[in-house]
């Protein structure tokens, strides 16, 4: 509103220059002035600029997640061809990004692997449901660290969180069906079933580690 008023002001103080109305382009003028003094249009321009700058960025993260999205989408459930784990692992994370970023800092650190023969969908489902449930077990900030390296055959993905842990009486139980810590209408209880399903279907092995109030290490290893 502000600068439409200023804007108005400014076609006025132009039209009665062009009628040589010298009495009001000076009453033009001055309440013109008076207007900018009175909302510091230096400070809102200045605030516009970071505005639009803020509106860019994000309008650019919404584009990659929706290529990302796209990207995923396009796959056919059965599909398996030779793909660069960390390409997923990439999109994936640009994908949860606002369910970690206020929660975790978020460290990589990314060896050489080779391809690996997998289904890119289900296996950035994978990634999703242990990244997000990473996220959920921080309280306050933590870090949640990703790492991929190849051990023997398999290339190895690990992802770990500084978070609440996982008591040892549930941890066994972790990838049954419904099993959940989460308050109900919460969580389902499906995310790590169909996970551990999802690389037994990939003649894979997921292992976890946890320690409570320490954390929780996911390891995946697919063959290579």
């Known amino acids: 509103k502000t600068y ?20 009001k382009a000076f009453a033009i003028a001055q309440d013109l002035q008076s207007t900018v003094n009175r909302v510091n249009l230096d400070f809102i321009s200045q605030d516009i600029v970071n505005l639009i700058r803020e509106s860019q960025s994000g309008t650019d993260r ?4 929706v290529q990302d999205l796209r990207s995923f989408a396009r796959k056919d459930e059965g599909q398996m ?9 990439e999109s994936i994370i640009n994908i949860v990004w606002n369910e970690i970023k206020f929660k975790a800092d ?18 950035g489902q994978v990634f999703i ?23 023997e055959k398999f290339a190895v ?21 419904f099993f959940t810590t989460k308050e109900i209408g919460v969580g389902t209880g499906l995310g790590l079933s169909v996970s551990h399903q999802i690389i037994r279907e990939h003649n894979g092995h997921i292992i976890v580690k946890s320690a409570l109030n320490q954390g929780t290490t996911f390891k995946i290893k697919l063959p290579v």
Do not use: W
């Open 62 to 65: 919404i584009k990659k997640i």
């Open 129 to 151: 449901n242990i990244l997000v449930n990473a996220a959920h077990s921080i309280k306050d900030k933590g870090t949640i660290t990703i790492k991929t390296y190849t051990e």
């Open 106 to 123: 978020l460290k990589k650190d990314y060896g050489i692997i080779p391809l690996v023969k997998c289904n890119a969908q289900k296996l």
């Open 4 to 23: 439409t008023l200023i804007l108005d002001k400014m076609e006025d103080l132009i039209a009665a220059g062009n009628n040589k109305d010298t009495d």
């Open 81 to 89: 061809e030779l793909n660069n784990v960390q390409d997923i692992l």
């Open 157 to 177: 993905i690990e992802i770990q969180d500084t978070g609440c842990g996982i008591p040892d009486t549930h941890l066994k139980r972790i990838f049954d069906p």
